[in-house]
């Protein structure tokens, strides 16, 4: 079972160069990659370029076997925004697929009149431990 | 399951029961999908007010109707023997199921009705009762 600074990592290595860059107030920019929990983005950071948002808390569900086993499937909601009108994420959707053979979910979302392009894809972590008497 | 048959006959019956499952599983999700679009219980920006197309005024909890062109246009389609496909042929539905952001600024929710229906439902489950219950008799 990965933490999310792992994940973080991974998706980092693997796509970090093509995000955008988050513009703090003060001047200074940061990769636009963020995990989201506790904390948001700040209202006041404007957006270039894709973002990427991992969501702190991965989404849980228990595979009941009639073991003394408890497989757990957690997946990584990963979602990325696209700012920038000109580009698509369509290769970074690839990489992430080339990345993580076993993820079974991407949910892209096209750039309409009102909204940007976005793609939500859930990374599933495996574990298996041993049930509590 | 009723002694006496063939097995020749068994492939048949279960055929007819899974089948008839099928259906059951589908129209049930249908349903679901339905009243989870029109069931107040969607939240939105806090006390912000939406005035709908009829001219009410919304703030959260909500439903997603506003047009109605969205839960009108959920439309099944079956996909071989034993899948059915579920589509909403609007083209803000994924906006709608996803949420997204927004070019005039900040963001529009994730009302994933989809999910919260088939969590409602197990269609799993639901499936394997009716089959059991077809093959039983």
Partial sequence: MASVSQVRSVVDSVIGTFLGNYNLPDGSTSPALWVRGSQQVPNNWTITGTECVIDEVPEARNIPTMSQAVILNLFWTVTLTSYDTSITLDNLRLLLFRAFPDMDTAVHTAQTDISFESLKVTIPDYSIHTEID | ?137
């Avoid at chain 2, 079956?78 to 996803?98: I, N, P, R």
């Fill in chain 2, 1 to 137: 399951m009723e002694s006496g048959l063939q097995p020749r006959q068994l492939r048949a019956k279960f055929d007819r029961a899974a089948k008839e499952a099928l259906k059951a599983t589908a129209d049930r999700l249908s349903n679901e999908f339905v009243s989870e679009i029109t069931t107040v219980k969607w939240g939105w920006k806090g006390d912000q007010v939406t005035i709908r197309s009829d001219g009410s005024e919304v703030t959260e909890p909500r439903n997603i109707v506003d047009s109605g062109d969205l839960r009108l246009s959920q439309n099944r389609q079956k996909q071989g023997k034993y899948a059915m496909k579920w589509t909403w042929e609007v083209d803000y539905s994924a906006l709608v199921h996803e949420g997204g952001s927004l070019k005039g600024g900040g963001s529009y929710p994730a009302r994933p009705w989809t999910k919260t229906a088939e969590a409602n439902v197990v269609p799993t489950g639901y499936f394997e009762d009716i089959l059991r219950r077809e093959l039983d008799g």
